[in-house]
T-cell receptor, first 111, second 115 residues
């Protein structure tokens, strides 16, 4: 039972434009959300997080939005760069230690 | 070391054999996690160690899977009598504290192929 869903397996965006990666979750008890970025043959690396008490968190070109009523979060990358091409995972956690991960969205930024 | 180190990076084994995967966490990180990613699926939690507390084994898929950690250092994940459905990338992660604020640091993973 996939509690965190990334329904778009892939996304292509032109360099300089906005990339929007989406994530939906089913468990209303999730209180903390993360986005990870993964390059081939490397482990995922932490990108940005958001707590359920917030609806937006921004870090440079990366912004995460959380819509609790819709159980939806999104990652915006503006402007997109070719080096952003990677697989992006969202992850969510109920109170406790274990994060539930989505299946990932492969982003390709076209120069 | 500077990061989380996993070995081997690739392992091909015959069905029915036992395998042992190793993880060296970042020095000083008290929390250690094992996840796996099967083809086309998200990261699946397996087990969590925090200091000397009893590990959270709730994610282990069967009794063929076990893991150990000595203190706050190396961890090994053992899969006995491997099956083809065990084929996956096994990822180890560590963090400074059990309650994650800044996320885990992952290793590069061990790609296990059971033939």
């Amino acid at each position: 039972d996939q509690q965190v869903k990334q329904n778009s397996p892939s996304l292509s965006v032109q360099e300089g434009r906005i990339s929007i990666l989406n994530c939906d979750y089913t468990n209303s008890m999730f209180d903390y959300f993360l986005w990870y970025k993964k390059y081939p043959a490397e482990g995922p690396t932490f990108l940005i997080s958001i707590s359920s008490i917030k609806d937006k968190n921004e870090d440079g070109r990366f912004t995460v939005f959380l819509n609790k009523s819709a159980k939806h979060l999104s990652l915006h990358i503006v402007p997109s760069q070719p080096g952003d091409s990677a697989v992006y995972f969202c992850a969510a956690r109920p109170t406790g230690n274990q994060f539930y991960f989505g299946t990932g969205t492969s982003l390709t930024v076209i120069p | 070391g500077a990061g989380v180190s996993q070995s081997p990076s690739n392992k091909v084994t015959e069905k029915g054999k036992d395998v042992e995967l190793r993880c060296d966490p970042i020095s000083g990180h008290t929390a250690l996690y094992w996840y796996r990613q099967r083809l086309g699926q998200g990261l699946e939690f397996l087990i969590y160690f925090q200091g000397n507390s009893a590990p959270d084994k709730s994610g282990l898929p069967s009794d063929r899977f076990s893991a150990e950690r000595t203190g706050e250092s190396v961890s090994t994940l053992t899969i006995q009598r491997t099956q083809q459905e065990d084929s996956a990338v096994y990822l180890c992660a560590s963090s400074l504290a059990p309650v994650i604020t800044y996320g885990y640091t992952f290793g590069s993973g061990t790609r296990l192929t059971v033939v």
